[in-house]
């Protein structure tokens, strides 16, 4: 029943931007942390940004200052400015949720969402 959705993804040229968000929808009781992690083709998957339910942030070195994720709790959606893209921040980004759902309540299980790519262009 808990499903995450990303959208946003895109083709842009380097310097430019993007804004992805992610909704999580269904029966939610509880939302501890939203992220976004990100997987190039031969790389494996990294962290790029997590928020927690206190707002607290972190950031993968490599997008600290150029990246800003956030929260709309009333929406259960996380979005992840992107300024200054490069090329090699090309990549499928994942949204990824830590949450419980009203009949798993109060364990907390990982959800993750379908994928959104990223294309930066030289």
């Known amino acids: 029943q808990v499903q995450l959705v990303e959208s946003g993804g895109g083709l842009v040229q380097a310097g430019g931007s993007l804004r992805p968000s992610c909704a999580a929808s269904?029966?939610?009781?509880?939302?501890?942390?939203m992220g976004w992690y990100r997987q190039a083709p031969g790389k494996q998957r990294e962290l790029v940004a997590v928020i927690t339910s206190g707002d607290r942030t972190n950031y993968a070195d490599s997008v600290k200052g150029r990246f800003t994720i956030s929260i709309l709790n009333a929406k259960n959606t996380v979005y992840l400015q992107m300024n200054s893209l490069r090329p090699e921040d090309t990549a499928v980004y994942y949204c990824n949720a830590d949450l419980s759902s009203y009949s798993d309540y109060p364990t907390s299980i990982h959800y993750w969402g379908q994928g959104t790519q990223v294309t930066v262009s030289s």
């Open positions: 269904g029966s939610i009781a509880s939302i501890n942390a």
